[in-house]
């Protein structure tokens, strides 16, 4: 029996986990857990920013606008953190160091900080890997909540419900994506 491709494998295992976690639980989207961290943060800081309200359908209200959408969501999941969305983020960072650390075939630790594809085309520092890293996912974090939603949320839950959101968000991530990869990674002396 031939052994399945690694990249088929983890596939076939990630559309597995979507379809069992909308089956029995919701579908899929990590981005506003990181709103919900931010409100947590900024309560310690001002705690006038999530308030009990019995008036509202959640129990809880917030000044901030985007806090006390959906009658104050947002601002129940901040002031009660331990829930099934925030407990699977922490998850998610938990089994991806899991799986850095038990995983089979990898390269070795240089390459996986600098790849060789990066040396080849950007350079050799590692500071603007770094800073390029941070700034790239600080850039689609910021645009997943301006879209309502990240990747896994519109393009992998979306897409398995049959969600015309989701093939639209799908479309536009390629076609930003692909121009940016194509600019970013061009062949020296073209």
């Not at 979507?18 to 990590?30: D, N, Q, R, S, Y």
């Not at 398995?160 to 194509?182: C, E, H, R, W």
Request: charged share 15%; aromatic share 12%.
């Amino acid at each position: 029996m031939p052994r399945i491709l690694p990249w088929l494998q983890g596939g076939l295992l990630l559309g597995a986990v979507f379809l069992m976690a909308v089956a029995f639980v919701k579908p899929i989207g990590v981005s506003t857990q990181f709103v919900i961290l931010d409100a947590m943060i900024w309560e310690m800081v001002d705690p006038t920013i999530i308030q009990e309200d019995s008036s509202t359908k959640t129990g809880y209200a917030s000044p901030n606008a985007y806090l006390n959408k959906s009658g104050g969501k947002y601002a129940k999941n901040a002031a009660n953190p331990l829930n099934y969305s925030f407990i699977f983020v922490i998850a998610m960072a938990f089994g991806a160091f899991l799986s850095s650390r038990l995983g089979g075939d990898r390269p070795d630790n240089n390459d996986t900080i600098m790849p060789d594809v990066w040396r080849t085309h950007i350079g050799d520092s590692h500071g603007l890997r770094l800073l390029a890293v941070f700034v790239s996912g600080f850039i689609v974090l910021f645009g997943a909540r301006l879209a309502g939603g990240c990747t896994s949320g519109h393009m992998m839950s979306g897409m398995m419900q049959t969600a015309v959101s989701g093939y639209l968000f799908s479309v536009g991530l390629f076609a930003a994506a692909l121009p940016v990869a194509f600019l970013l990674y061009k062949k020296k002396g073209a």
